[in-house]
């Protein structure tokens, strides 16, 4: 029998009882000795252990008494001890004290006013959804009880100002509260008084249940707090004949209810809510502070919404005349006496409609006409210009919304650029109150982010202070319709007989479209089509890949581009003389960030994208046989050109897509091309490790048919180490590399190249003679005298 420590029997405890159940608790066991095969207490003091018990411990008295298997160990298994059981069943566990949760009201109230809500100014719209609310309970209730409308009082929500004493009224005609609705709605924190009558209306199966109902979590009307010290809620439900005040303070776990009984303040029925404000608030009290807030929170609330405005007119008046010119004019009695006026302005206080009662993305799309889609596009968004497209829509099934999209005439400038996706572009809308145009690309991916619009949705997840949108399925199915109908949108434009509508949508938006080609994976098929590029056919209008796919050759496999920082430096390059004989196009990708997008989609319509500057260039006409005896033939002098070059290049091979130049210096097939690698060296904050191991791998292509390679190949035979023909692959490398697009690491160094081979071509060729130097011949020649003879004339015949 194995010995039992008192380390491995806390081990076997530990891991074999109370690991495996919450409630196993421990019982005294002995540690025995192994003397033979018998077993012997060395310890009187028994030691604890679990048993997997749910009653009580027991004392185990032997060593006999323990579970142990052959070998000797503890068994921590409960399933198999029988006295477990039976102590089960013999003592039942005792029965558990419910208690409920209990709260600090201040405290309670201090977190909702303060951590709740991120800014201030949602008081109002809070107050005013509930005011709509009561309005909206009062409408569907009067329906099947006509007797609560008996009062004739317009459905409305009115709101005063008193800006000397920071005072806010807010009067609502709705429902209005009986004593105990006060006590439950506004005396019960996070009851909901809309969510109880929604619920009744569902449990009481009545057809309809008004969807404006706007209020869920209960805890909007403490918003009020935000901004006052003291509410006073002055309220009268037709259900009762009596009107109650209810009256709390800020940071007080306690508040008042009363009967009203001043009869200048009763009303007929609705809710009168009056909040005196902080004195850091006062400002809320202005009343063009208000209709503001009211236009941006609640502006198609349901209920018509008056704010409390001062207004003027001006009329004339009559002016006292001066006693000076009184007896000016007394002395002139003949003068006609002209009584003298001015224009003054007449101030007064009225009520003023703030709201319109009806969105215009709740009507009809065949009733808009396309003057008041744009008229609501430049009011929304504060834009002068018409929009490129809009798209009015409305989505049913698994989510229910109603939206109206914009594309915008120019691209957003300043702080909205690409890089920022927080626009505010999108403007969120549940049951037609503003909830937020803050977001962070929950609605639409950040190269979408140009599209302006409004979103009005019924059950979308929000957080308690309304401001935030959580994320959920709900959100993300949103988003992918919402960003088809924008693609819809821009495909419709795309597909206009007017050609310069699309041509200007792309010079402002083209940019965003190709950073969709890098992030949104899923929507290559909608984007690929919209995309546009010049050609090496088109290099005055962009085409699309529609069109150049319509265009290619017969026998050509693949679309090739190649990507430059101008349309000038893509005509001259050396990678194109090949594919010009062949009449094949290219594209040409001279935005910088073409590449990156082109390489993402990868293909398109079965054809793949390839880059003509890199190696392994497939155009389709490939002659085994002849490429051989080539290998064959200039096989030697690759090796000896890239002896010459060392680590500058991979390798040196025929090239199969030069005509006219020597050579040309192509890029690894899976590292950065020429125009890449200068793009990732402009980068600030560039990684320069990953620039040296990317921009490694190079190959010297050489065009066996250029004069100076043959000489170069004749040289390689004849006399492989003559210094002219290795200075002219030095001179012949770095040209290659400037024609190629990469950056020579040593201009200078080629500079005093090009000089010295232009020395020795043109050494004494255009030299002029100076004129005090005589030739060699002619100062070796003496100077002699010539005596002249004078000859006389003669006539003809005479001697």
């Not at 209730?141 to 008996?150: M, S």
């Not at 005063?160 to 009224?169: F, L, S």
């Not at 062949?582 to 040409?588: A, C, F, G, Q, R």
Request: hydrophobic share 35%.
């Amino acid at each position: 029998m194995h010995r039992i420590t008192r380390r491995s029997a806390s081990a076997i405890l530990r891991h074999g009882g109370a690991r495996y159940h919450r409630n196993a608790i421990v019982a005294p066991v002995f540690c025995a000795t192994r003397s033979g095969d018998s077993v012997v207490e060395s310890d009187a003091k028994p030691r604890w252990y679990s048993v997997l018990s749910s009653g009580r411990c027991n004392i185990v008295k032997s060593s006999t008494e323990l579970n142990l298997n052959k070998n000797g160990f503890f068994l921590g298994n409960r399933y198999e001890s029988t006295a477990t059981a039976s102590d089960a069943s013999a003592h039942p566990p005792p029965s558990a004290e419910k208690y409920e949760y209990q709260a600090e009201v201040s405290r309670l109230m201090d977190l909702i006013v303060n951590s709740l809500y991120s800014n201030k100014e949602v008081f109002l719209r809070e107050l005013i959804s509930n005011a709509s609310d009561a309005l909206d309970k009062l409408r569907f209730l009067g329906v099947t009880k006509p007797d609560l409308l008996k009062d004739a009082v317009d459905l409305d929500i009115r709101i005063q100002t008193d800006k000397d004493n920071g005072i806010i009224t807010i009067i609502d005609t709705g429902i209005g509260m009986t004593r105990q609705e006060l006590v439950d709605c506004l005396g019960t924190i996070a009851q909901s008084g809309t969510a109880k009558f929604l619920k009744a209306l569902k449990d009481s199966k009545d057809a309809g249940g008004d969807n404006n109902l706007i209020g869920q979590f209960g805890v909007g009307f403490y918003s009020a707090f935000l901004v006052a010290d003291r509410v006073v809620v002055s309220t009268k439900s037709p259900k009762s004949d009596k009107q109650y005040v209810w009256e709390g303070e800020a940071n007080a776990s306690s508040y008042t209810i009363r009967e009203e009984t001043d009869p200048e303040k009763l009303i007929p029925r609705g809710t009168h809510l009056t909040l005196y404000l902080k004195h850091d608030d006062k400002g809320f009290a202005h009343p063009e502070r208000i209709q503001k807030l009211v236009k941006n929170y609640s502006q198609f609330v349901s209920f018509p919404i008056f704010t409390w405005q001062e207004k003027g007119y001006t009329k004339e008046v009559e002016v006292d005349e001066d006693p000076a010119e009184a007896n000016k004019d007394n002395q002139d009695q003949n003068a006609e006496k002209k009584k003298k006026t001015k224009t003054v302005v007449e101030k007064y206080w009225d009520w003023e409609l703030t709201n319109e009662t009806q969105p215009i993305w709740l009507r009809n799309p065949k009733e808009v006409t396309t003057e008041e889609y744009n008229e609501f596009y430049k009011k929304t968004f504060n834009e002068y210009l018409d929009p490129l497209a809009s798209s009015h829509f409305t989505t049913e099934g698994e989510v229910e919304f109603r939206s109206i999209l914009y594309v915008p005439a120019i691209a957003p400038m300043g702080k909205d650029d690409l890089v920022n996706p927080k626009t505010k572009n999108i403007r969120l809308y549940v049951k037609r109150v503003f909830i937020s145009d803050d977001f962070d690309g929950e609605l639409f991916p950040r190269y979408l982010s140009f599209v302006k619009g409004v979103v009005d949705s019924n059950d979308l997840p929000l957080n308690v202070s309304r401001e935030i949108l959580q994320e959920s399925r709900i959100v993300r199915i949103m988003r992918k319709r919402l960003v088809r109908k924008a693609f819809d949108m821009i495909l419709g434009i795309s597909l206009s007989e007017n050609r310069a509508d699309y041509e200007k949508f792309w010079e402002n938006f083209g940019k965003y479209l190709k950073l969709g080609c890098l992030e949104d994976r899923e929507n290559h098929k909608r984007l690929a089509p919209l995309l546009r590029f010049f050609s090496s056919q088109s290099e005055d209008e962009m085409i699309s890949l529609d069109e150049y796919v319509e265009n290619m050759k017969p026998e050509q496999k693949d679309i090739y581009y190649i990507a430059t920082d101008s349309v000038a430096s893509a005509r001259n390059t050396p990678f194109l003389e090949r594919l010009f004989e062949k009449d094949l196009e290219v594209l040409y990708l001279v935005d910088p960030i073409d590449e990156l997008a082109v390489q993402n989609l990868k293909s398109y319509k079965e054809k793949n994208f390839v880059d003509i500057s890199k190696e392994d260039l497939d155009l389709g006409d490939k002659n085994e046989e002849e490429q051989k005896v080539m290998k064959e033939e200039f096989g030697q002098t690759c090796d000896w050109i890239k002896k010459r070059l060392g680590d500058k290049v991979a390798s040196v091979q025929i090239s199969n897509r030069l005509k006219s130049s020597p050579c040309v210096l192509v890029s690894a097939k899976f590292g950065w091309s020429a125009n890449m690698e200068r793009l990732m060296k402009s980068q600030t904050v560039g990684d320069t490790s990953s620039l040296e191991f990317m921009k490694g791998r190079r190959v010297f292509e050489i065009n066996p048919e250029h004069p100076i390679i043959k000489n170069l190949h004749a040289s390689c035979k004849g006399n492989p180490n003559d210094n002219d023909a290795l200075r002219t692959l030095d001179l012949l490398y770095d040209a290659a590399l400037v024609s190629s697009g990469y950056t020579p690491e040593n201009p200078a160094e080629l500079g005093n190249k090009i000089y010295e081979m232009l020395g020795m071509a043109h050494q004494g060729k255009w030299s002029v003679p100076n004129a005090n130097t005589q030739h060699p011949a002619a100062q070796l020649q003496t100077p002699q005298a010539y005596e002249a003879e004078v000859v006389e004339p003669v006539e003809v015949g005479q001697k």
